[in-house]
């Protein structure tokens, strides 16, 4: 019957310290600022987004003013669409111009 060697680990069980303060505040600042660079390169696309459902909501005004229908029309599936984009793309867009604010 042979016996093995065991081989020695060498595992270093030194219990490491981490500063959990610090390290909270550096990874939100650095998030922080991450989150405000994202913001400021794709700022001009939020705002051109938000001039076009602007745009696409002041025509369906003026169908609705003029009293057309558009629910009933065959364009129905297009008009909730737009409107469903309208809704989205101010919310989303409202939200991200003010948090880079």
Do not use: H, W
């Not at 169908?63 to 737009?82: D, T, V």
Request: net charge positive; glycine share 6%; hydrophobic share 50%.
């Amino acid at each position: 019957m042979r016996l093995r060697k065991r081989k020695k680990s060498y595992i270093d069980v030194e219990t490491q310290v981490v500063d959990v303060d610090n390290l909270l505040k550096d990874t939100t600042r650095t998030e922080r600022f991450q989150v405000f660079e994202a913001l400021a390169s794709i700022r001009k696309y939020l705002t051109v987004l938000l001039m076009v459902s602007g745009t696409m909501s002041a025509f369906f005004s003026v169908q609705f003013l003029m009293g057309i229908q558009i629910f009933s029309s065959p364009l129905a599936p297009a008009a909730l669409a737009a409107i469903g984009f309208i809704g989205v793309a101010n919310i989303l867009c409202g939200l991200l111009l003010l948090g880079s604010e």
